[in-house]
């Protein structure tokens, strides 16, 4: 198994460059189970599948106080098979992930809703991508109905669903969509773009 | 079919409201051919997959104009079987995607190996997924050896690839990926971020 994220940040502000290097220490808490590399367009994080929204929460809110509209974006993906197994991959939890779609949806919704709130709130849009399996839709529908009933659905829209509401409960959401979906060792991509203080309305 | 995508443009500046609504006329050659909403996290655009990359080179170079670091992200989509039908989408070409791996990674490689310079220089990263098929790696691998040959490739890296060189033919590059890949009537979607003018080193 290997899991890991491709994450970028967009502070929309002049000094950029100060709101992203001061937001990297957002990450420390993690540093031991993640390998991180950065590049000019992202960075990598490759690590426990249960930790890579918890730290991308702590990044995003870390870049987005003081009120700067502040967009992460994350390739996120568990399971490729063009990956080599990776022993910092190791799930933390055993989160039973052969149990039926529909005990799947419940267990994630008792995981989410109990989430600590963070004081920030955002707006998110996700797209997840089951590869390699043969029911594909009757997952990313499940996901859905979870999202559906998760507390911080937004709206379904082409493509896509939003969630809106506080950082803790919105991230805790997406990362049960992340690890209760799809084939448990089967290949699984989500596309994540998560906004901060954006001015423009809804 | 159905194709679009959910397009955000993320100009790093403090008047990123005025540089976004400034590049907005550069959809205006597409306009009659697309349906256009939008929200406060992106733009959906839908319409024929061929002008799909076209009009996100142009929004993204109008945006990335006086060297502003601007990325655009995009979360494009075809056939995506909870969509319906639309005449708005119907191809403009014939691409014979029916075709072998082989001959497909050859004619996308001369459609966009002639592609016209626009004189803006820039980062792309992509990750194709194409859903629902059995061999959802024998298109990615075949995805990829024509981003290696396309002569912009810039590296792979995990869970996508990166491309730079010029815009026009990057993104003439990342429409092929989109158009040739995956199964003809299939659902494919890809996850894009293209950024302009970082000063960061690579």
New interface residues.
């Given amino acids: 198994m290997?899991s890991?994220?491709?994450v970028?940040l967009?502070?929309?502000?002049?000094d950029?460059?100060r709101i992203i290097l001061g937001s990297l220490s957002a990450l420390d808490p993690y540093r031991e189970r993640f390998r991180i590399e950065t590049?000019?367009?992202?960075t990598?994080l490759?690590g426990p599948p249960e930790e890579l929204f918890p730290a991308m929460r702590d990044l995003h809110v870390a870049a987005s106080r003081n009120s700067v509209?502040c967009?992460l974006?994350a390739?996120v993906?568990r399971g490729?098979?063009?990956?080599p197994d990776d022993p910092i991959c190791t799930p933390i939890g055993n989160r039973s992930t052969e149990m039926p779609l529909g005990r799947r949806i419940d267990g994630a919704l008792r995981a989410a809703t109990g989430a600590t709130r963070i004081g920030q709130d955002v707006?998110a849009?996700l797209?997840l991508?089951?590869?390699?399996a043969?029911h594909?839709?009757d997952e990313?529908?499940g996901c859905i109905d979870f999202l559906k009933r998760s507390g911080v659905f937004g709206k379904s829209?082409?493509?896509?669903t939003?969630l809106r509401g506080d950082a803790g409960p919105v991230f805790a959401t997406l990362s049960e969509a992340f690890l209760r979906f799809g084939s448990p060792e089967g290949?699984l991509?989500l596309?994540l773009?998560v906004?901060a203080n954006?001015?423009?309305?809804?």
């Fill in positions: 290997f890991g994220a491709q970028s967009y502070p929309m502000a002049d950029f460059v590049d000019d367009i992202s990598l490759v509209h967009v974006h390739t993906s490729c098979p063009g990956e707006a849009q797209s991508y089951p590869l390699g043969g594909h839709m990313i529908y829209k082409n493509f896509c939003t290949h991509a596309d773009t906004s954006s001015p423009t309305a809804r």
